[in-house]
């Protein structure tokens, strides 16, 4: 792996940590959704500076979509893009994003054309037999629907919990050995195979954000090794422990 790209992995998790410390120390409700703009001000002042916060497009924000670093700019700016791909001790890595904003200053889970066209160029100059590792924030196969409660969002006007054009990606993955894709955006530790490729998410850091585990899932992480062509996982529980322990949240 480039410096490159190890420096903008390292910027993701120190991004997701130092996000997810900010809000904790504030006392501020981690759903994102939920924040204005004075929360933010109080967020950064409440953690001392030890902070790292995204422009979000929730319109009461307050950050005007003319701002230079809204949406996805200032983490193309100040990091590189949201997409890409690299190779590693023979195996070809597609990073995607899977987070498109909305007119209406909602997001939807979506590859979009830009970069499907990208993601089919770039399998083709991988090859057939180049083993191929997935890695998208929103699941692209997931069984998630099928077992937890109230997955259906009344009034939602867009597709959050799973890539909406999943069946286009998969397509373009036929052909390519495409060995495993890893996911999250649910918090579950989860495995589901369709047909050769393993859909693996991973679990979250802060559980059911924060407040226990999430649906029987402790804190904690994936760990994915690779041998040979072939990818093994296993679930290290972080053992951070809730003051607050909610059975949802």
């Not at 230079?68 to 983490?75: E, G, T, V």
Request: charged share 20%; hydrophobic share 40%.
């Amino acid at each position: 792996m480039k410096n490159s790209q190890r420096n903008s992995v390292l910027a993701i998790l120190l991004f997701i940590l130092a996000t997810k410390i900010c809000f904790s120390q504030a006392n501020l409700s981690p759903k994102w959704d939920e924040l204005t703009g004075p929360d933010f001000i109080q967020a950064v002042h409440q953690a001392q500076g030890v902070c790292v916060l995204p422009f979000g497009i929730i319109e009461k924000s307050g950050v005007p979509t003319s701002d230079p670093a809204y949406a996805k700019k200032m983490y193309e700016d100040r990091i590189g893009k949201t997409y890409y791909s690299f190779d590693h001790k023979g195996y070809h890595f597609v990073v995607l994003d899977s987070i498109q904003p909305t007119e209406d200053r909602l997001w939807e889970a979506r590859i979009d054309e830009k970069q499907m066209s990208w993601l089919a160029d770039d399998l083709k100059i991988a090859g057939p037999g180049t083993p191929v590792i997935g890695v998208v924030h929103v699941p692209l196969v997931t069984a998630f629907g099928t077992f937890a409660a109230n997955t259906t969002r009344p009034g939602n006007k867009y597709n959050t919990l799973t890539v909406a054009n999943s069946p286009q990606v998969l397509a373009a993955f036929e052909g390519h050995n495409v060995i495993a894709v890893l996911q999250g955006h649910t918090h579950v530790n989860e495995i589901v195979q369709y047909k050769n490729t393993k859909f693996i998410t991973g679990g979250a850091v802060c559980g059911n954000w924060w407040h226990g585990p999430r649906m029987g899932v402790p804190e904690g992480f994936t760990v994915a090794s690779l041998h040979e062509g072939k990818i093994t996982t296993r679930y290290e529980p972080s053992g951070f422990q809730s003051v607050d322990v909610r059975e949802k949240f």
